[in-house]
C-alpha cells in the first residue's frame, strides 16, 4: 500500500500560523490594558475578536477572517494598526510582518524618549537651532537658539509646541516666517504623507480636528490632498531679536525614516551666522537673569515616531 503525501502549500502554513500567532496575542490582552469595562459575562480569555477589531479600526468579519485562516490580503497599515491594538513588542511585530508576507513600513520605531545624550549634542550645536521633533509634529525637545527663532517658545504650554499649530495658530511664530503662505503648504503636505500611517490613531485624528476647527486656512489647504515627502532647504526667517535670517535647514535621521530625527538650521551666508550668535547672545543673557535649561524638552509623548520641520 502506497502512502500518497499532500504537500500543503507555504502560503496556507503562512495563514494558519498568522491565524494562531494573532488568537495566542489577543487572549493574552486584559481589557483592563487597553481601557475597556471587563464586563460580567466575559468568557472569552482576553479580548474578544470585535474588542480587537474596534482597537484597529477594522472591521470584524474581516479580523475574524484573519483568525480563521482565509485567504484575504492584509496591508501593512492594517498589520501596523494590529501591531498597535496587540500591544506587540519589537519581536513579536516584526514576526507578525514575517507570517503576513509584508514590508514593515516602520520597523524597530519603538519610542524611546530624548536621552541625556540628545539634550548634549542639542546644547553643542549652538548658535546653530535645533530640535527633534516626531512625525506629528511635536517639538520633544529643543536647544536656546531654536526656542527663539520663531518668538519664545518657552512661553508656549508645552502641549501646545507642534509645529503646525503653531504655524497656523500662533501670531508670534506666523510672523516670523517670511513665505508664510508656502511653509503652511509644504508642512500640510508633509503632515498628511506621514499621517497615512496612523489615520487610526486618536492622537492624530485629534490634532488634525484641531487644525480643522481652529484655521479655515488650513481647512482649505487639507482639502487640496496634496502630499510631498521630506527635502532639505534654505528658509528665512525674520526674527525680532535679531532681524532677517537666511538659514539652511536639514533633517538627521536618529532611526528609521519613520523614527526620530534632528532638525537644524545652518546660516546660509556671514551675516546670518552673526545674527544667529547674537541670538545666543540674547538667550545666554536671559538664562543668567532668569534662568534657563540649555536645551529645553517638551511634556509631549513621542508618539508615531518621525518628524519633518517648520
Known amino acids: 500500500m502506497t502512502t500518497v503525501v499532500t504537500e500543503v502549500p507555504e502560503t496556507d502554513v503562512r495563514r494558519h500560523e498568522l491565524a494562531g500567532f494573532l488568537r495566542s496575542r489577543r487572549e493574552r490582552i486584559t481589557p483592563e490594558q487597553v481601557g475597556l469595562p471587563r464586563g460580567r459575562r466575559r468568557r472569552t480569555p482576553g479580548l ?4 480587537v477589531a474596534q482597537l484597529s479600526a477594522v472591521g470584524v468579519t474581516w479580523y475574524t477572517w484573519l483568525e480563521q485562516a482565509r485567504d484575504i490580503q492584509v496591508s501593512p497599515q492594517v498589520l501596523d494598526s494590529l501591531a498597535r491594538a496587540l500591544l506587540l ?17 516602520a520597523p524597530g520605531s519603538d519610542c524611546t524618549g530624548v536621552t541625556p545624550a540628545f539634550h548634549e ?3 553643542r550645536l549652538e548658535p546653530f537651532p535645533a530640535c527633534i521633533q516626531n512625525s506629528r509634529y511635536d517639538i520633544l525637545a529643543y536647544n536656546r537658539t531654536y526656542g527663539r527663532l520663531l518668538g519664545d517658545l518657552d512661553a508656549v504650554a508645552p502641549e501646545d509646541r507642534n509645529c ?6 500662533n501670531e508670534e511664530w506666523r510672523a516670523s516666517v ?13 503632515f498628511r504623507a506621514s499621517m497615512a500611517e496612523h489615520l487610526a ?9 484641531r487644525l480643522e ?17 521630506p527635502s532639505n532647504r534654505t528658509k528665512t526667517f525674520v526674527n525680532a531679536r535679531v532681524g532677517l535670517l537666511r538659514l539652511d535647514h536639514t533633517d538627521l535621521w536618529l532611526g528609521p525614516s519613520a523614527g526620530p530625527r534632528l532638525v537644524t538650521y545652518v546660516p546660509s551666508d556671514e551675516e546670518s551666522r552673526r545674527g544667529l550668535e547674537r541670538l545666543l547672545e540674547s538667550a545666554l543673557a536671559e538664562v543668567r537673569a ?21
Open 48 to 51: 474578544r475578536r470585535e474588542e
Open 201 to 209: 490613531e486618536p492622537a492624530w485624528k485629534a490634532l488634525l480636528a
Open 290 to 310: 532668569g534662568g534657563t535649561r540649555p536645551a529645553r524638552a517638551a511634556s509631549v509623548p513621542p508618539s508615531g515616531c518621525g518628524t519633518m520641520g517648520p
Open 121 to 123: 549634542m542639542l546644547t
Open 89 to 105: 513588542d519589537r519581536s513579536e511585530r516584526t514576526h507578525l510582518f514575517s507570517l503576513a508576507g509584508a514590508v514593515d513600513p
Open 213 to 229: 476647527a481652529a484655521s479655515p486656512e488650513f481647512g482649505e489647504i487639507w482639502a487640496r490632498h496634496e502630499v510631498v515627502g
Open 164 to 169: 503646525m499649530l503653531l504655524a497656523y495658530i
Open 178 to 190: 517670511v513665505d508664510l503662505p508656502g511653509m503652511r503648504r509644504v508642512m500640510a503636505a508633509k
